[in-house]
């Protein structure tokens, strides 16, 4: 079983930034790809971005690109999600997943973090 350790949440004002950490507890196969989501109060999980861990390669939503870019240190078996220019509707909670490849699907990672709460002020 793999845990994964989110953090770096909190409130912000608009127009600001956050950068999400997470560490999984142990590299294996099935943990490879790291990817994060955010779900908003009544609404559906929403994929962000997702990194190999391994190889490097991401997958992100096209509508996310400009301002949330993910990252990997791969020695320090870490990834980063970093939040720029935030909105008062990226308000929610983010949660960090991990999987065997960089997918879109929610149903593809087998395992998530506690999810972390970002909250943006206008």
């Known amino acids: 079983q793999v845990q994964l350790k989110e953090s770096g949440g909190g409130m912000v004002q608009a127009g600001g930034s956050l950068r999400l950490s997470c560490v999984p507890s142990a590299r294996t196969r099935d943990s490879d790809a790291l990817g994060w989501f955010r779900r908003s109060p009544g609404q559906e999980y929403e994929f962000l971005a997702a990194?190999?861990?391994?190889?490097?390669?991401?997958n992100s939503a096209e509508s996310m690109r400009e301002r949330f870019v993910i990252s990997r240190d791969d020695h320090e078996n870490t990834v980063w999600l970093q939040l720029n220019n935030l909105k008062p509707e990226d308000t929610a909670e983010y949660f960090c997943a991990a999987g065997f490849f960089t997918s879109r699907s929610r149903s593809d990672y087998k395992y998530w973090g506690q999810g972390i709460q970002v909250t943006v002020s206008s």
């Open positions: 990194i190999s861990l391994s190889l490097g390669n991401t």
